[in-house]
């Protein structure tokens, strides 16, 4: 508790020192050489013909955006006269548009085609709107030399949700004076207030590829954090109102299904169909419903599935769009984690089967059956979010010896909720209040967190003071009833400037747990983190760019108080002028005491280890690169070592064609850890492990809106035990004097192949044709060679899909004009 109190008193020091500091800081010499920018917005009674050629009589005397400014490898350099950026805007009643010229040698400009959101090695403009001014939120629309379109939402500290999409219009030419392009942004994909006259944040960007180089017509300068809160002014957008955005996307899906069961009964091969629809309504200027009827989500990329030996759960990707797009206020807290929705049926664990009884089917996954969004933020800069999504009851089929069939509850019906609450202030500052719950039909477990939040921030964007609090409420969550419990975090630090620093504390008590609907691994700690970081911004002779970090982390457990661990990260990182980068992370961590690794509580001691890594990234401009890692680790217990070889290589054959290929091996020996329990004891092992790694991927595109992509994986892991131990009261290790604990041994293998075509024939609307390929493997016995290894997996049965969705974009205004006509 001494250490408590100590620490809590050193946080309170730093922030009390940060902001009794002067508020008249000097200013960089950037930010005094660069002033805020501003634009006069200017309105147009007719529209251009977005068609990427800049002839257009509306574009006729209105102002230029130039004088773009480096961000990187030099920030503060002004583009010279022969490599000048123009940018003209305009607007009507619908949208608004832009028109740009990129002045650039013209075997200068990269334009590898991609499908959308996809950028590539190609150069690409980027405009930013800042609707509301508040500094914090914004919505970024790019287009690469090669006619591809990507775009973002941005939210506190410059973070991007690259998921987010809308429907807008883009056009772009390439000739000898570089290349231009022309937008249509519709206030449609825009939210923003209903004042007579507004003003919003601006920025204009560009992007060349060949020289990795970015320019911002407002200087953003890397030594000041945050995005928005460095952006110019569009002045005087007058009486412009959001149109009634209503639209559906309804799918049509078929998929036929392949596994060799070759079991009386049940079929090898399976066909279903499908059908659904999104819905997007702006219930006003600010907001939105999204609601997603019978979704399908068959068409994601496949999980990177692991052998996993620690007693955590791993944490996967969430591929489904719906889950993904303009969920940067669902994220706030940590307290969402969309996989949780539709996932595993959760009670299929607890399962009991009668004598003689075996599971004939069982579901994989939790049908979702509905989910819906509201959000948006009010013109006083009130962030609102609703989210709801319902899974259905699912249920495992058993039978017994005689033929009879049973089902048996495996999931019960399920509704998951949030609520986010998220006001903005100023200096780049905000509050937040989360709800999340979890509410299961019948006698099942129910889940409640509750949260605040607090990010501030000084007049200067210089210092900051960050923290959390969070209540969880189980109910009948075990026999001692519901159970209530608290987690709180705070941080403080310097984000601004070539010195930075950060002090960060977390603490959950021993029933914390908000893992029924986030992603959580252990509570019942305390937790300390100081990290220092000082980059160079300013090239020098033989680098761009020049920055390092070191980390210092000390955590306890809380009750019983107890030191758990103390480690040390350091690393520089430096890109040379010839655009390779190298990064050199070393680590070291003392010995410890782990309460998890047993997986019942029991102390482990753990022993001193040290690491170090080397990254290698190339200069990815290149038709062919290379890079990768190397590294090692090794710990003072049995001598036990681990070495890390990572190589990736590219080619692109065209602007249309490019292959990858990623290799990974992590041999490690004399590793220990638990293995089970037997006997009333808790047995551990030291063991030997091969893991390798092998992924395969292709991309051919017909045009920026039609293509094919390639993606084969094969996973192998194993783990070969030598010896066998009794963990102690005392955390030690003795001899096990029993005999060899049989089928403790494992080899996991995992193969995949996602192929997928897509096609995005109108605005908004795409076809696609998936096929799916997937054999997995895990046995109680090994395979040492890794040839032996690829050959069972792929002789073994393989899992195969093939499916064809349709999705088409209504928009309900378009309807409305052609039944007009």
């Known amino acids: 508790m001494k250490t408590f109190y100590c620490s809590l008193y050193f946080f309170l020091f730093c922030s009390s020192s940060i902001f009794a500091q002067k508020a008249a800081e000097q200013k960089t010499p950037e930010q005094k050489a660069f002033a805020q920018k501003k634009l006069p917005a200017v309105r147009t009674l007719t529209s251009p013909k977005i068609d990427g050629i800049l002839d257009d009589a509306e574009w006729n005397n209105v102002p230029i955006a ?98 987010w999409n809308a429907v807008w219009e883009s056009e772009v030419k390439l000739d000898d004076k570089g290349w231009t392009l022309e937008l249509k942004i519709p206030y449609a994909a825009l939210r923003f207030s209903s004042k007579d006259i507004q003003n919003w944040g601006l920025n204009l960007l560009r992007r060349r590829a060949m020289e990795n180089s970015q320019t911002f017509w ?60 999104d819905v997007k309504y702006g219930i006003n200027n600010s907001f939105t419903l999204d609601m997603t009827l019978i979704p399908d989500f068959g068409q994601v990329q496949s999980d990177n599935r692991i052998l996993n030996l620690t007693p955590f759960e791993v944490k996967f990707d969430e591929n489904r ?36 009884e075996k599971i004939t089917k069982s579901p994989q996954e939790s049908k979702v059956l509905n989910a819906t969004k509201i959000s948006g933020r009010t013109a006083k800069g009130l962030g609102i979010g609703i989210f709801n999504a319902i899974t259905n009851t699912m249920y495992a089929e058993v039978e017994d010896e005689q033929g009879n069939k049973r089902e048996i509850e495996s999931q019960p019906l399920t509704n998951y909720n949030v609520l986010v ?103 019942n700690f305390l937790d300390q983190t100081a990290i220092l970081h000082y980059n160079i911004y300013k090239p020098g002779k033989w680098y761009n760019t020049f920055r390092s970090y070191m980390l210092i982390n000390y955590s306890r457990r809380y009750k019983p108080a107890a030191y758990q661990n103390v480690g040390v990260e350091i690393g520089p990182y430096v890109q040379f002028k010839n655009l390779w980068s190298a990064e ?48 090692f680790s090794k710990q003072d217990l049995f001598d036990g070592k681990t070495y890390y070889f990572y190589f990736f290589q590219n080619l692109r054959f065209s602007d249309k064609l490019s292959i990858g290929l990623d290799l990974y091996y992590e041999p490690s020996y004399a590793q220990v850890g638990w293995v089970a329990f037997k006997e009333q004891q808790t047995l551990f092992s030291k063991y030997n492990r091969n893991t390798v790694e092998n992924s395969f991927d292709a991309k051919y595109s017909f045009t920026n ?117």
Do not use: C
């Open 66 to 163: 130039t004088g773009f400014i480096e961000n990187n490898p030099t920030p503060g350099r002004v583009e010279t006269e022969d490599r000048r950026t123009e940018v003209k805007i305009i607007y009507d009643d619908k949208a608004i548009y832009v028109a740009a010229r990129m002045y650039a040698n013209p075997d200068s400009v990269a334009h590898e085609i991609m499908t959308r959101d996809q950028i590539g090695n190609s150069d690409y403009f980027g405009i930013l709107f800042d609707s509301f001014l508040d500094g914090i939120n914004g919505n970024g629309f790019y287009v690469t030399a090669a006619g591809t379109q990507f775009d973002a939402k941005y939210s506190q500290g410059g973070n991007e949700d690259a998921n």
């Open 218 to 277: 407002n200087f953003l300068d890397p030594k000041i954090n945050g995005l928005m809160n460095q952006s110019g002014l569009l002045e005087g957008l007058k009486d412009i109102q959001a149109p009634l955005r209503l639209s559906f996307s309804p799918y049509i899906s078929s998929y036929v299904n392949h596994y060799p069961n070759n079991i009386p009964g049940i079929k090898n091969t399976t066909t279903s169909f499908n059908g659904g629809m």
């Open 321 to 356: 769009s719906f889950f993904t797009e303009g969920t940067e206020l669902f994220n706030k807290g940590d307290l969402f984690y969309s996989r949780r929705i539709g996932a595993s049926p959760s009670f299929f664990k607890e399962i009991t089967l009668k004598e003689g």
């Open 421 to 523: 609450l998220d006001q903005s202030l100023k200096n780049n500052s905000s509050v937040s209040v989360i709800n999340t719950n979890v509410l299961r039909q019948g006698s099942s477990d129910d889940a409640n967190v509750s949260a605040f939040l607090f990010v501030l921030n000084d007049k200067k964007n210089k210092y900051y003071l960050n923290g959390a609090g969070k209540m969880s409420y189980l109910t009948n969550h075990s026999a001692e009833g519901n159970e209530t419990g608290y987690f709180y975090e705070a941080e403080t630090g310097k984000q601004s400037g070539n010195f930075t620093w950060s002090y960060n504390q977390k603490f959950a008590d021993r029933v914390y747990d908000p893992s029924d609907m986030g992603f959580f691994t252990n509570n």
């Open 584 to 631: 050199l992370e070393l680590n070291w961590k003392a010995e410890g005491n782990d309460f998890y690794e047993s997986r019942n509580g029991q102390l482990y001691k753990t022993p001193a280890s040290y690491g170090a890594t080397l990254y290698v990234n190339p200069n990815r401009a290149k038709a062919y690169n290379f890079g990768g890692n190397i590294g």
């Open 705 to 821: 809106k039609m293509g094919i992509n390639l993606r084969a994986r094969h996973y192998w892991s194993d783990r070969r035990n030598d010896s066998f131990y009794v963990l102690n009261s005392t955390g030690t290790l003795s001899d096990y004097a029993g005999a060899t604990v049989s089928g403790t041994d494992r080899n996991y293998n995992v193969f995949n192949i996602d192929l997928i075509y897509t096609w995005q024939f109108a605005p908004g609307s795409e076809l696609s044709m998936t096929y799916k390929n997937i054999s997995e493997s895990s046995d109680n016995y090994y395979t040492k060679r890794y040839s032996s290894n690829l050959d069972h997996i792929l002789s073994g049965p393989q899992n195969n899909s093939l499916s064809v969705k349709m999705l088409y974009y209504l928009d309900y205004l378009d309807l409305k004009k052609k039944r007009k006509l």
